[in-house]
């Protein structure tokens, strides 16, 4: 049997063994109203609700990059990837540079 199964039931078993224990443990919830008695089950359920409940817009929601950016990006990064492998540089220049240029050509050299 698999090792991450077991623990997955061992710790199944373990919450429900310390739910079982905390049934009557209440406790008083504020939320513009004060609510009395809760079980504190239901408080921790309640609770894990509410956040899986406003992470889904966040998970199922739209995508902000576009799909040609993100492929273009794959393909940039596949060019780069080649270029390290066959030993150029990818390293982009500028078009335009106001620094003056570290070359030196050969007729200003003599």
Do not use: Y
Request: net charge positive.
């Amino acid at each position: 049997m698999p090792v991450k199964l077991i623990i997955a039931i061992a710790l199944m078993v373990l919450v429900a063994v310390l739910t079982g224990f905390n049934l009557d443990n209440r406790c008083a919830i504020w939320c513009f109203h004060t609510f009395e008695n809760v079980p504190v089950i239901g408080a921790i359920l309640g609770s894990f609700v509410a956040g899986v409940l406003v992470t889904l817009p966040f998970t199922f929601g739209k995508r902000r990059t576009s799909v040609k950016t993100t492929s273009s990006k794959r393909e940039q990064k596949k060019a780069e990837k080649a270029a390290k492998l066959s030993g150029e540089s990818t390293a982009s220049v500028p078009a335009s540079t106001d620094a003056p240029s570290a070359e030196v050509s050969s007729s200003e050299n003599s």
